[in-house]
Nanobody
Framework: QEQLVESGGGLVQAGGSLRLSCAAS????????MGWFRQAPGKEREFVAA????????YYGDSVKGRFVISRDNAKNTVYLEMNSLKPEDTAVYYC?????????????????WGQGTQVTVSS
């Protein structure tokens, strides 16, 4: 059974850092592009970052460019999201997702497996 499990969320002060992890089971992330999305209360789920399985190209949403870094460890079947210089507006539930595509990774519709999410709260 394919499963993605996020961890690493929590409460942090503005300007701080967190590293989220997404451990995959039942699927091999080396053959999957992996993405992170987030959803704040009352808002739509939005793209945060992705990494292509084929080209290793990384993509970032405009609001996190220069602050967040996505990476993957294929040996551990895990993808990470390093979040720095956090702002209160980064507060959301963060979701990990897997896609068979190697491009067009900003769209939710191209992801076929999702984790349950991990809460990130940034206090001012």
């Amino acid at each position: 059974q394919e499963q993605l499990v996020e961890s690493g969320g929590g409460l942090v002060q503005a300007g701080g850092s967190l590293r989220l992890s997404c451990a995959a089971s039942g699927l091999t992330i080396s053959r999957r592009s992996m993405g992170w999305f987030r959803q704040a209360p009352g808002k739509e789920r939005e793209f945060v970052a992705a990494i292509s399985w084929r080209t290793e190209t990384t993509y970032y949403g405009d609001s996190v460019k220069g602050r967040f870094v996505i990476s993957r460890d294929n040996a551990k079947n895990t993808v990470y999201l390093e979040m720095n210089s956090l702002k209160p507006e980064d507060t959301a539930v963060y979701y990990c997702a897997a896609s068979p595509n190697w491009n067009a990774l900003m769209a939710l519709k191209f992801y076929d497996y999702w984790g349950q999410g991990t809460q990130v709260t940034v206090s001012s």
